[in-house]
């Protein structure tokens, strides 16, 4: 049985990538998410893509809300494992709140 994932496309802040990333990665940490992948691209406007699993959905969706809140950065995409209407609704308010 797989663990629900999250799969978030980040564009980070230019004054302060480190900065930013680091942010993100620990409220991943602090949300309970564990890091599967993580890839970055600095040539595309310091992109950053990330794969995290959660034991529950609802983690993945908090982490989602705490990054449309924080630093500068802007929220790309948020695409969660599972069909469900609740999760297409917050990757939609988050990318909403990060524009």
Do not use: Y
């Not at 663990?3 to 230019?14: F, G, K, T």
């Not at 900065?19 to 890091?35: D, I, P």
């Not at 893509?49 to 449309?68: D, K, N």
């Amino acid at each position: 049985m797989s663990l629900p994932s999250l799969q978030l496309a980040l564009q980070l802040d230019r004054a302060d990538v480190f900065g930013s990333l680091e942010w993100v990665l620990a409220n991943a940490r602090r949300t309970g998410l564990s890091l599967q992948t993580m890839q970055f691209d600095a040539s595309r406007a310091n992109a950053v893509r990330l794969v995290c699993e959660a034991p529950m959905v609802e983690l993945l969706q908090l982490f989602v809300r705490r990054v449309a809140h924080g630093v500068d950065l802007e929220i790309v995409d948020a695409e969660f494992s599972e069909d469900v209407d609740t999760l297409d609704d917050a990757a939609q308010e988050a990318a909403a709140l990060a524009a």
